[in-house]
């Protein structure tokens, strides 16, 4: 089993910066990638950003300029930097940690955290 713990949540102003954190732990020898995903208001939950653990990184139209994915390889931790938020990015963010078939981008296991809430004031 493995346990995955978001935090860095929080009210920021438009234009502003937050940094969130995804703490995976238990069985994490068998992750092999980390990704975000958020849901807005009203909306189905979607993919913000995905770590591969092979090198490769993507992120949704939407945040690529504005927010950057890295990893803390030997603490299994993910970070997202999110920077010139704006009112849109208000959503519950949450970490999915994970197994990937090899040479795809299926998730073969998953393993979710309970969500950050971030908030952003226009």
């Known amino acids: 089993q493995v346990q995955v713990v978001e935090s860095g949540g929080g009210l920021v102003q438009a234009g502003g910066s937050l940094r969130l954190s995804c703490a995976a732990s238990?069985?994490?020898?068998?992750?092999?990638?980390m990704a975000w995903y958020r849901r807005q208001p009203g909306k189905a939950r979607e993919l913000v950003a995905v770590?591969?653990?092979?090198?490769?990184?993507n992120y949704a139209d939407s945040v690529k300029g504005r927010f950057t994915i890295s990893r803390d390889n030997a603490n299994y931790t993910l970070y997202l930097n999110m920077n010139n938020l704006e009112y849109e990015d208000t959503a519950v963010y949450y970490c999915?940690?994970?197994?990937?078939?090899?040479?795809?981008?299926?998730?073969?296991?998953?393993?979710w955290g309970q969500g950050t809430q971030v908030t952003v004031s226009s």
């Open positions: 770590d591969f653990f092979g090198g490769r990184t």
């Open positions: 999915r940690a994970g197994t990937v078939i090899l040479g795809t981008t299926l998730w073969e296991s998953t393993y």
């Open positions: 238990g069985s994490t020898a068998r992750i092999t990638a």
